[in-house]
């Protein structure tokens, strides 16, 4: 399955949206419309427009996909509709439209919708959805109960009702529900509401489950499952041809997109040069949290704030970032384990020419058992000044006795060592080492290729003293930091044991 970073639908997609409903903004994921199968879309369109809310054309696409009908069965096509969109794009007044219409169209038809709690549900119903509908040319063709816990906006035609309910497991009991609507999916931590509303729902053959939301946290339970099941079900449509039974649509910047780029709104925010601007998105730009602004307009999940290591240049590190930099000849290689053993990293430090240092992460892989045999190749192609490794009671140093058998020596003369020896770094020599790539970090005399794994270590890196000093530490560290750890050891190997070592090397170890 194609990684959510990666995926991309056809571009025949995008060509039949824009087709169809002149809509120049297709969600990332979302399923095709199925010219063959009849919609009561355009109906619901009708409705919108009466309530003073011509939809615009992704509006127009979600609600014409999700209400098709299956020619063989004469039923919705879909049971369940999910939509994953920022805020202020028009969510609201679809799904205000898709409840009216569902009133409008049928007899005693069963409406129920849900939002972060009944209070708010009532708040909603009361100052939005009936204000909305009071101010409409449908006035008058409805009657309100206000009385609380029974509140309803009762169609007189057609005797159909729409009520609230709460965030509870007895949400939805009673009689069938035909339409149940869950709004503002990111505040509900858990699947209650939709195991309340599914048994209610049946009997009933028309009957649709929608929820809506913008981007979430990572206490957002029931969203990231829906989220994650909905990717999965769209791309799995593109690849099989075989549309399942609930339509997902998202719009979303994936996070390689910059946040304070008009061209990533524009990829995700279908409303932009309808009912907002880009003036107003820069707006909320400059006075929102990068990370809030990123779950409520790139429909990012906001995750929580990572804890931070005073002794860890992080912020420096973006700034010495060149995708373009080259190792030079002159480099040192390092090993270096996970506390748990379940990965191992190679890195390398090289000279460039213009003296700063190249730090690159070579390989990273499960486990250990493929380590020395890479090492031993990439010792025979590059003649590194040293292979570096921390001293046994490290993870790495049990990898120690391997590789001098298979031929990596420790140098017999610390004062003169040969080139392409085992450097293992003491204690001393890795608080060394630390101390020195935060300076170098910090004053830009390192440069790395901006790889994810490596900068995932860096950020995630944290610190545990040594006497007055420190050193990176695998076990508190909140991700894998062997990478930043070995790029560590093979800077201080290249710099302080590169200037030692004789080039006592025979040339043909590299040929044979």
């Known amino acids: 399955m194609t990684t959510s970073a990666t995926w991309q639908p056809p571009s025949e997609f995008a060509a039949q949206l824009e087709e169809l409903y002149g809509l120049t903004c297709p969600p990332l994921w979302g399923p095709p419309r199925r010219v063959e199968y009849p919609s009561l879309g355009p109906k619901l369109w009708r409705v919108m427009e009466r309530l003073g809310y011509p939809p615009m054309p992704w509006q127009k696409y979600v609600s014409d996909?999700?209400?098709?009908?299956?020619?063989?069965?004469?039923?919705?096509?879909?049971?369940e509709v999910g939509l994953s969109i920022s805020r202020q794009q028009g969510k609201t007044q679809l799904v205000l439209g898709v409840k009216c219409h569902r009133c409008m169209a049928w007899s005693r038809q069963?409406?129920?919708?849900?939002a972060q709690t009944r209070g708010m549900a009532r708040t909603r119903w009361e100052d939005e959805f009936l204000v909305t509908l009071d101010d409409s040319s449908l006035a008058g063709k409805y009657r309100v109960r206000k009385s609380n816990g029974n509140?309803?906006?009762?169609?007189?035609?057609t005797r159909s009702k729409l009520g609230i309910t709460s965030n509870t497991e007895k949400a939805g009991h009673g009689p069938p529900l035909d339409l149940g609507v869950i709004d503002e999916a990111f505040a509900h931590e858990d699947d209650r509401l939709e195991q309340a509303f599914s048994p209610a729902m049946l009997t009933r053959s028309m009957a649709?489950?929608?929820w809506a939301s913008a981007g979430g946290t990572e206490k957002s339970v029931w969203l990231n499952k829906k989220r994650a099941a909905g990717r999965e079900l769209i791309q799995q449509l593109w690849e099989t041809g075989r549309h399942p039974r609930v339509a997902y649509f998202e719009w979303f910047a994936p996070e390689d997109m910059p946040r304070d780029s008009p061209a990533t709104w524009r990829a995700c925010l279908p409303a932009?040069?309808?009912?907002?601007?880009?003036?107003?998105?820069?707006?909320?730009?400059?006075?929102?949290?990068?990370?809030e602004f990123d779950r409520a307009y790139l429909n990012r999940t906001r995750k929580a704030s990572p804890p931070t290591d005073p002794n860890v240049p992080k912020a420096h590190w973006p700034g010495i970032a060149d995708a373009g930099s080259q190792p030079g000849d002159e480099l040192a290689f390092a090993i270096d384990v996970s506390h748990d053993r379940e990965w191992s990293s190679i890195a390398l430090a090289a000279l460039r020419p213009d003296g700063r240092v190249h730090l690159e992460l070579i390989d990273r892989r499960p486990g250990t058992n493929w380590v020395i045999p890479a090492i031993a190749r990439l010792r025979k192609l590059w003649r590194p000044v040293a292979v570096a490794i921390a001293s046994t009671g490290s993870p790495a140093g049990s990898l120690?006795?391997?590789?001098?058998?298979?031929?990596?020596?420790?140098?017999?003369?610390?004062?003169?060592p040969l080139r392409g020896d085992l450097v293992v770094m003491r204690t001393g020599d890795i608080v060394e080492a630390c101390g020195q790539m935060?300076?170098?970090?910090?004053?830009?005399?390192?440069?790395?290729?901006?790889?994810?794994?490596?900068?995932a270590a860096v950020n995630g890196a944290m610190t545990r003293p040594v006497g007055d000093a420190w050193a990176l530490d695998r076990r508190r560290s909140l991700v894998d930091v062997s990478p930043f750890y070995a790029v560590t050891l093979a800077r201080w190997a290249l710099l302080i044991r590169g200037p030692l070592v004789e080039d006592d090397y025979d040339v043909l170890d590299s040929v044979y």
């Open 65 to 79: 996909v999700a209400l098709e009908i299956d020619p063989a069965t004469g039923l919705f096509a879909y049971r």
């Open 110 to 114: 069963n409406v129920i919708y849900a």
């Open 151 to 157: 509140e309803a906006i009762i169609w007189t035609k």
């Open 208 to 210: 649709q489950l929608w």
């Open 272 to 291: 932009l040069g309808f009912t907002v601007t880009e003036d107003t998105i820069a707006a909320e730009l400059e006075k929102l949290d990068p990370a």
């Open 400 to 416: 120690i006795d391997d590789l001098v058998a298979a031929g990596v020596k420790v140098s017999e003369d610390k004062d003169a």
């Open 438 to 455: 935060a300076d170098a970090i910090k004053q830009g005399s390192a440069v790395h290729g901006d790889q994810a794994e490596l900068t």
